[in-house]
């Protein structure tokens, strides 16, 4: 990729316990699982890596702590090629996500900040200028929110806002979003704030309309096996999902929100990247945890249901 196609990712880097039930437990049960093993994850991390394993010329602005558990997080992004200049070690552990998975491929996930909670304005500030130099920044709610907030400002591409999970925010920095990028029930709690009182329409289509005229320049709704919905100032647009079986949605969505970051840096409009997240995201759900079922670029994709 040319200079003018760099992605710097602001956000989590995260160790992810991985156990596999059955079923999800009942509150008070006990069950027995398999698994254990401890993967390289976060929401940042998975998204740098899911656009470097594309081609993307990634940066990672984030922390990680001083235990033994900062190699293993790190791992994936290294392997990827992400350059980590941007990436500091903080006294204390590095951040960790227990994560559950059931047979029918949905899962349950519990995070602890531990060193991502240090990723705060003043760490995003000693990154202005690759901040300012990327096509696409990208982020997302594992940070606190004074890191957040001072994102937009010195943003001079595009800004991929990931909500997830949705805090509370300054309303010009949602609006800020260039695309942003939500579920149903995202899209539902930043409309919240924005226009506090006001009833949250049930349609997708409704939505994305309601979040555009709340101010919010592009959206990429997602609806999972329905694909997902992208709004701007060219229109409403459904995207297809691809059709496969799931084997674990851990990561998936962050796999989309790479290959969309990919998509957007190389040029192409909202609706085209959005297409390939899609394949993309389709494609992390057949394989076992977030950044080791990511495609790379000779990986064939599965096809949109048309």
Known sequence: MSPAGVITVVGSINVDLIAQVRRHPMPGETLHGTGGQMLPGGKGANQAVAAAKLGGD??????????????????GLRAAGVDLTGVREIEGPTGLAIVTVAEDGENTIVV?????????????????????????????????????????ALVSGRFLHN????????????????????????????????????????????????????????????LGAQGSLVADADGTHRIPAARVTAVDTTGAGDAFIGALAVGLASGESLPAAARLASRVGAFAATGQGAQPSYPSTGDELPQLAE
């Open 112 to 152: 602890i900040a531990g060193a991502n909670d240090s990723v705060d304005t003043a760490q995003v500030t000693e990154a202005k200028e690759v901040i300012a130099a990327s096509a696409i920044v990208v982020c997302q709610g594992e940070i606190p929110r004074e890191g957040i907030e001072a994102l937009p």
């Open 163 to 222: 909500p997830a999970p949705v805090m509370e925010l300054d309303p010009a920095v949602l609006r800020a979003s260039d695309p942003l990028v939500v579920n149903e029930h995202e899209a539902a709690l930043v409309l919240a704030q924005l226009a506090p009182g006001a009833e949250v329409p049930e349609a997708p289509e409704r939505i994305v309309g309601a979040l555009r005229e709340a101010g919010i320049t592009s959206v990429v709704l997602t």
């Open 58 to 75: 990634v940066r990672m602005i984030g922390a990680v702590g001083t235990d033994t558990q900062a190699e293993v997080g790190l791992a």
